[in-house]
């Protein structure tokens, strides 16, 4: 009952913050200097023949006109029309998403089996030779580029040493194409080879697009951890002769993990931010390389796309982690 | 000054602080004395054709780029801009977005609830993605940078503002000022504010680091101050066809966004060690 | 004593600081006999609760230092003993806590069903001490948990089995306190160590606790070792009440006594601070020493009306006052009625 309701009250804030998302996104698209029409229409156009296209986009009606036509589309899944490819957006957008998905949830996979344990090391060994190494590396990760990261990446690995693929997400066309997650695909197919070439590509891009989440998950296990080992019912539990390893790997971590669990949405956040410009260093065919694409070509329509994509899918992350948090840890709705 | 005095000894102490603060310093210097530093400060703007890509030499420490131009020089003068940009975006948010949070957070109507929910859709969404589309839409350039990053970046303060104020006032000497009649605008600045500043002075430090960052991807991208400006995210996407062979040309300005970044937020995370003790101490002791 | 169930003897402990070691324990003397309830009074910072968990093994290992002593239960010396060892053997099961704070010190996110639990799985009675527990189920299982229960009706709790499905903060902070202290008794240990077990609690509900604690520690023969600040606590439930001061213990005496006729300077003035309708509030004057740099000889001595030289030097020796009555002062108080005998 308790977590019924904690649902129906964080779902109550979803619908007028996309909401708000749309307004924001049509506003800033209405800010443009330049005139999109008069680009569409090509540099011969007549201004009649301009104006013709106005009306016909609709972009000679009130801004409250265009604004509400705008949303209402949105919700049918109408972004509208690529100013450069002339096809929906929408068909663009969702056609390019299991790629994204795909890299960031390896991405998130890497970082907390990797991250986790680490950290919960780190703040057990604390003050050790490893846990000053960690975090080293976890303060320098925070302060690297990612698209310097990178390259360098792909300078060592790929250009230098030719142990992996330089970019893009497979050689030729990948597997045959079931539910769009190559790594899924290409064992469902049974190759190995496509199998293995479909690996080689996502190595280099997973771990550039993980190492900072897996650095904030370092830090914050690291200090989740810290806090519960200090922590009274930690003393309690010792000075009852419970086991160490049982204190350390049930209990401690338990209280821990809520913590950290509350930040997988600041790690998404991370995530979707730095997909951009990971997708648009490794050529991966995904959301984010399709917006750097359409920065270059000044699509602005397309662009506007991606902002309430990426939005949405950020909110809906932050949404699941909230009632998630509300469900595991007891306190509160008490 | 009491507690400037205190704030320096204290920092002295901390080492990793104190390599931060000198970073940082290292950074205001190179911005400042460019012209004085470089080697070859006409090549902002001049370039050499015949003597692009050439590694790093005496006469070129970080070598050339694809114009022939020296890319150490380049590199101190692009220092300017990163300040620039940082510190103008982050003291503008800050000087938006903290009124806005006292304001939000002392009156309760609907007011701050209409200013809180602006601020959670702006945050709703990743900076860098509202960024790239401001960015975009105003074309490149080093003020539309400035622009969209202030612009999405004031959110975070008011809702940070707003939530430490939220329990600021809750503290009963709070509560007792009002009660003397205190007006708004005292209760805020006297008491609220001096509260929150360590805070906030913590965030605005890493924030800074963040903020370089996000400049830099945008520089990346095209969507930062055009050529032939020396932005440092602009001449690693300069560097990409000319690797591997021109791996100086990627590295060093690679470098400088590393170093700079982490200078903030050593200085940061040394900062919230001292002024906020009792907050999490585990943290990053 | 000679069949003391708990003896320890000559324990200096000492904590690495930033300053400086701290000196907590100053080659302390303490014993526990058999079924006894001994309560370890004094104020913040003189090392009662340093004491307890030295006793238990649980100071924190990179910033202890145990210099000097002993700590024998049982005929075996535990500072000597591997930790493993007195965590498996000693600690839940034949020594158990009860701690200061109990809200704290219950693992918010579990249930305390589920905690309890956890405790009967490595330190019921029925299981070997030592043995690694692999499954914890059947038969053995079913028999903890009516134990579990039982217990919880013996110490007044309503509705036992409803309360091992709570989350700690749902109960009350006297009912946590009897959860504690029924998780002390389960194991059946031989010596319960209770830290300020009323302080955090509620005046009213202190003596219904310490009452409990009182009843079910002499019915089952378990000693106590009680530490407490506040001498009419100590009162209502010790048998003997061990004095300490800024990391010595200064005098060892049967309750009664122990009010009717104190003998060091320090616990004389203790009494007195208690409010009373005629001498009202007198406090002692000075402060507890840094035990950084701490005063040599008695430590007491720089606010002490009686000190001489000698106080300034060494540390006083035992003296036997009576039976079971020590103190260690070169100068006992004896009130004037005493010495006009």
């Known amino acids: ?334 | 000054m009491e507690t400037a005095r205190f704030l320096l000894r204290k920092l002295a102490s901390d080492r990793t602080a104190a390599v931060g603060a000198l970073l940082i310093l290292l950074l205001i210097v190179i911005a400042i004395a460019a012209p004085v530093l470089a080697t070859h400060p006409e090549d902002v703007f001049e370039f050499h054709p015949s003597e692009r890509l050439q590694g790093p030499s005496a006469a070129h420490f970080f070598g050339t780029d694809r114009m022939g131009s020296d890319i150490y020089s380049r590199l101190l003068f692009g220092a300017r801009i990163t300040i620039a940009i940082a510190v103008i975006a982050v003291g503008v948010s800050v000087l938006v977005g903290v009124p806005i949070g006292l304001v939000a957070g002392y009156y309760r109507n609907w007011v701050s609830d209409a200013l809180m929910r602006v601020s959670d859709i702006f945050l709703a969404v990743p900076q860098i993605v509202l960024a790239i589309a401001i960015a975009q839409t105003l074309g490149p350039s080093i003020e539309n940078v400035i622009l969209a990053l202030s612009a999405t970046y004031w959110p975070f303060w008011a809702r940070l503002v707003y939530a430490e104020s939220r329990s600021a006032l809750n503290e009963t000497y709070v509560e007792a000022s009002i009660a003397l009649g205190a007006s708004p605008w005292r209760v805020m600045v006297l008491h609220v504010l001096p509260n929150i500043s360590s805070a906030v002075i913590v965030r605005t430090t890493i924030g800074m680091g963040g903020t370089i960052l996000t400049a830099a991807a945008l520089g990346f991208l095209g969507l930062g101050p055009p050529a032939p400006s020396p932005e440092w995210g602009r001449t690693i996407a300069e560097s990409r066809e000319f690797l591997p062979e021109a791996w100086w040309y990627a590295t060093a300005p690679g470098l400088a966004i590393f170093l700079v970044v982490m200078g903030f937020n050593l200085l940061g995370d040394g900062l919230r060690d001292i002024l906020d003790p009792r907050i999490r101490r585990s943290r990053d002791d | 004593m000679t069949d003391a169930l708990l003896s320890v003897r000559g324990l200096e402990v000492g904590f690495q600081t930033d300053q400086g070691l701290a000196r907590v324990l100053d080659r302390v003397n303490f014993e526990i006999g058999h079924g006894e309830i001994v309560g370890l009074v004094g104020e913040s910072g003189c090392g009662k609760t340093t004491l307890a968990r030295a006793i238990l093994g649980v100071l924190p290992k990179n910033a202890v230092r145990i210099s000097a002593g002993e700590v024998i239960f049982e005929g075996e010396d535990l500072l000597k003993k591997a930790d493993h060892l007195l965590e498996a053997e000693v600690r839940g099961r034949r020594i158990t806590f009860v701690p200061q704070d109990p809200f704290t010190s219950f693992n918010p996110v579990f249930t305390i069903g589920a905690q309890i639990d956890e405790l009967m799985k490595y330190k019921s009675p029925a299981s070997k001490a030592g043995t690694g527990v692999r499954f914890y189920g059947g038969a053995r299982r079913r028999a903890d948990r009516a134990k579990v229960i039982e217990l919880l009706r013996t110490v007044q709790l309503p509705d036992p089995v409803g309360i091992l499905r709570k989350y700690p903060h749902e109960v009350s902070g006297g009912q946590r306190q009897r959860l504690m202290i029924a998780m002390a008794l389960l194991p059946e240990p031989q010596l319960i160590i209770a830290d300020e077990p009323t302080t955090a609690l509620d005046v009213t509900i202190q003596a219904q606790i310490l009452k409990l604690l009182r009843r079910l520690a002499t019915e089952r023969g378990v000693s106590v070792l009680f530490t407490t600040h506040d001498l009419g606590t100590a009162y209502e439930i010790c048998d003997r009440i061990t004095v300490m001061y800024a990391g010595q213990e200064v005098e060892v005496a049967p309750t009664d006594e122990f009010f009717a006729a104190p003998r060091h300077p320090y616990t004389k003035r203790l009494l007195e601070s208690l409010p009373s309708r005629e001498h009202g509030i007198r406090g002692i004057p000075g402060s507890i020493p840094r035990v950084i740099d701490p005063p040599r000889g008695c430590r007491f001595h720089p606010r002490c009306d009686f000190a001489t030289a000698v106080c300034t030097e060494t540390r006083p020796g035992v003296t036997e006052i009576g039976e079971r009555h020590m103190v260690r002062c070169y100068h006992p108080v004896f009130s004037e009625q005493e010495a006009a005998e």
């Not at chain 1, 540099?43 to 023949?49: D, G, I, P, S």
């Not at chain 1, 360098?152 to 250009?159: I, K, S, W, Y």
């Not at chain 1, 469902?188 to 190492?211: K, Y």
């Not at chain 1, 997909?275 to 065919?285: H, M, T, Y």
């Open chain 1, 1 to 334: 009952m308790r977590t019924i309701v904690l649902i129906v009250n964080r779902l109550a804030w979803f619908v007028p913050t996309v909401l708000g998302l749309m307004i924001l996104t049509f506003t800033i698209s209405h800010v443009i200097p330049a005139d999109p029409v008069a680009y569409m229409a090509g540099e011969n156009a007549t201004r009649e023949q301009i104006e013709a296209l106005r009306h016909e986009f609709g972009f000679d009606r009130p801004m409250y006109v265009q604004l509400y036509h705008y949303i209402i589309g949105v919700f049918q899944g109408d972004f509208g029309i690529s100013l450069y490819t002339q096809r929906p957006i929408s068909d663009d957008l969702f056609s390019r998403l299991p790629a994204t998905m795909e890299l960031t949830f390896v991405a998130v996979f890497l970082s907390t089996v990797i991250g986790i344990p680490l950290g919960v090391i780190s703040a057990v060994y604390r003050n050790s030779l490893l846990d000053h190494t960690l975090r080293i590396i976890t303060v320098s990760g925070l302060a690297i580029a990612s698209f310097w990261l990178a390259i360098l990446f792909q300078l060592l690995f790929a250009m230098k040493l030719g142990w992996t693929p330089l970019q893009g997400r497979a050689d030729g066309w990948g597997p045959d194409v079931v539910t769009g997650i190559f790594l899924i695909d290409s064992v469902l197919m049974w190759d190995w080879e496509i199998f293995q070439d479909v690996v080689a590509h996502m190595i280099l891009p997973a771990l550039t697009l993980s190492f900072p989440a897996m650095a904030t998950i370092v830090r914050f296990t690291r200090a989740g951890v810290l806090d519960a080992i200090n922590s009274n019912y930690v003393l309690y539990e010792q000075a009852m002769g419970v086991p160490r390893r049982v204190i350390i790997w049930k209990y401690v971590l338990r209280n821990a993990l809520i913590g950290t669990v509350t930040q997988i949405g600041l790690i998404f956040g991370i995530l979707i931010a730095n997909g951009v410009i990971v997708e648009a260093v490794f050529d991966w065919p995904g959301l984010g390389l399709y917006a750097v694409k359409s920065i270059l070509q000044s699509d602005y329509n397309a662009i506007m796309g991606f902002t309430i994509v990426s939005g949405v899918i950020f909110i809906i992350v932050n949404l699941l982690v909230d009632i998630t948090h509300g469900i595991i840890d007891p306190r509160e709705a008490g």
